[in-house]
């Protein structure tokens, strides 16, 4: 495509974003629309738009849309020609809001970070995992230690240009697309087969089909969210790929739960400010506010007490959030911790035998992973 279309294409996306359709939306319904483009096109025409807000507080308010998404594409060409010729304090000036500094730790790695592409990461069945490289080509395992010894060979990074969702492995069930650290959460949660677990806010069902890959389809799983149209989603994608070991419920996060079942496991992966995602989708950066985190801080503490009953004595519950503040993540998990002594911390990762006393919260920094951020916290009823 060349660069005028691309400018003027990305500029029609540009002017329908707002707080209230963000750029991820705006972006979904008119490429989906769109018959006449290639995928290729798609995905240039994606890039220059998260490019635009990534770059967002460079460029000249007074200038038409158009030219900034111009100077936009030129700060991209330059940072990644030579990312030192930004400097941190600049980054941390300009790359996110001002609110952020007392809630992150702002290194100047992840910084750097979050101003370049995401990579993107599948999830490949254990019994398709040899033979998924040699059809799609482009992958290559995460170099992660975090992931079990025998997983290894399932969590791939795609660095192809194919569009996945095209492609009859995907329609097939052979492998889906999550975040590397939403594959982690899975193995925080490392259930085991047989076993009866909760995934609490299931949504579409990521986390729910990794844990009934690592169940090997045995036991139960109760996936239960708040939006059944999410729920729905969760089912198709349940039947793709084969996982018939679940009850979708709908559960509003109050203290009436959706069984009396006890479960040897609970997993809360809890709304929260996504600020982890902040570098595969930097038009949130812009429309996240300290308001959010602090009520999105509120409900995941009211999740984790609701749901904490429904443990069994020696089960395990794990919270996840993919975001990076404090007023979620640690605050949360220490106020959890102090409201219930009957819960002992347990190491996040205590399936893998390399870190058996491992810290029980972790903080999962994207520029260390080349993924999403993710905070991870685990206890243990006694
Ligand atoms: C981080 S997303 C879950 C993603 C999902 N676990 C996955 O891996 O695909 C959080 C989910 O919590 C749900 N949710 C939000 N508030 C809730 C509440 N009060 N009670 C139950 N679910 C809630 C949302 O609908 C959303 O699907």
Redesign the pocket.
Known sequence: MPDSALLSRATLIIDQVSAENPADYVLRGVLGADKDLHPSEKRDISRAVFIYYRWFNWLDKAASTQSRVASALDLQRKFDADPSWFKPETLAARAVPEWVHSEIELTPDYLRHLQSDAALWVRVQKEFAAALPRSLGNLAPSPSPLIPESRRDTTLRYSGQTDLFRTPEFQQGVFEIQDLA?QLVGYAAAPKPGETWW?????????TLHLSELMENKGLIWAS???NG?LATLRKRAARAQVFNYRAVT???GPFLPTKTKFDGILI????SGVGTWQRNPHARWTTTPNDVKELAE?QLQ?LNHAAPALKPGGRLVYAV?TLTKSETTKVANAFSTAHPDLIPDPVFNGDPTTPSGPSQLHLWPHELNANGMFIAAWKRK
């Open positions: 939403s995934d609490t806010c299931a949504g579409e069902g990521g986390k969210d708040r939006n999410r559960w509003n996060g992966d809890a709304p929260c409900i999740l993919c």
